[in-house]
């Protein structure tokens, strides 16, 4: 029970100190709205593209919320000492880490749907599968946050932590199919797409909105699963060899 409290009360603290600020929120709001809008406009097909680029754009929210605060917050905390009050807690590395990734998850995850609200504005998302659509949404926000996770255990200073982020988010936009197939991309470039979490989340999110997969969506959400924890296992192990010994 003690354990809980303390999770609960190191989310709480995460929440009102990054990302309930005021700046972050309208960061949060604005960054997914101008992505839908660029994607939206520049397609220049009118309403018809929406449903098309809708998973690319709330993949890509979700991508860059989740790990632009991340490894923001905790390379900010390690840097300043306080994660090392935190790592003398009688609390599981397990459970803390939970904690401290909980709060970019949510907020990923909300990110998620600032598109969602501003297409059903648009067009009729009736034919959405929310069934499988959310649960999508909330994994792609788990495997990139331990994904933000790994890079700020990786580096020392906040501005590296957002240059190693672009390293990983960038070739993802491009290779995850996430606005053009990955069948149309050049033979040599398709193994690296099937290397990377979000072609998984990307595939069950065009699934989701037009009833069509590119693999089985039970096994997209597996491997999806399994990125997730694996990056989380080995962001602890880094902690374990980097933080603590």
């Given at each position: ?76 905390e ?20 939970l ?62 932590a ?7 988010r ?61 990056l ?14």
């Amino acid at each position: 029970m003690r354990s809980w409290i303390a999770f609960w009360n190191i989310l709480l603290k995460d929440m009102r100190t990054y990302y309930l600020k005021p700046p972050n929120i309208s960061w949060g709001l604005v960054f997914p709205l101008a992505w839908t809008g660029m994607f939206f406009i520049k397609s220049g097909s009118g309403m018809g593209s929406i449903p098309t680029l809708l998973p690319g754009v709330v993949a890509v929210s979700i991508l860059f919320g989740t790990t632009s605060m991340l490894s923001v917050t905790v390379t900010f905390e390690k840097k300043q000492r306080s994660f090392e009050r935190l790592l003398l807690a009688p609390v599981p590395l397990e459970l803390l880490m939970l904690a401290k990734t909980s709060g970019a998850i949510l907020f990923g995850s909300a990110n998620a749907f600032v598109p969602v609200a501003m297409a059903a504005f648009l067009i009729d998302l009736s034919g959405v599968a929310w069934e499988t659509f959310v649960p999508a949404v909330f994994l792609i926000a788990v495997a990139s946050t331990f994904l933000g996770l790994f890079i700020a255990v990786a580096v020392k200073e906040v501005f590296e932590a957002q240059t190693f982020s672009n390293f990983f988010r960038f070739p993802m936009i491009f290779l995850c199919g996430l606005f053009f197939p990955i069948e149309n991309l050049p033979v040599f470039l398709k193994p690296f797409s099937y290397v990377l979490p979000l072609t998984y989340g990307a595939d069950i999110l065009h699934g989701a909105v037009h009833g069509h997969y590119a693999m089985p969506f039970t096994l997209s959400f597996s491997l999806l699963g399994i990125f997730c924890i694996g990056l989380f296992m080995l962001s602890l192990h880094n902690i374990k060899k980097r933080w603590i010994i």
